[in-house]
């Protein structure tokens, strides 16, 4: 992560759980949030454990596929 990217979590007054990197917050209700951590942990275990990344397919490659 950049430094000037940080990451920062938040407890607020309205029990939300605000995750905020960069310019983009998400906003999460206490069970959302440790669903959500849950998952990216899964997903950060499978990337570790992948020898590579599967090349996304280009807009040339993918006649149905938009990515983003």
């Known amino acids: 992560m950049p430094s000037s990217q940080q990451l920062k979590l938040n407890v607020c007054d309205c029990s939300r759980i605000h995750l905020t990197y960069g310019s983009i917050t998400l906003h999460f ?13 899964r997903m ?11 090349r996304a397919p280009s807009l040339a490659d993918a006649k149905a596929t938009t990515c983003h």
């Open 44 to 54: 950060a275990a499978q990337v570790t454990n992948t020898a590579g990344f599967r």
């Open 29 to 41: 209700e206490k069970e959302e949030f440790l669903a959500y951590a849950t998952q990216l942990t």
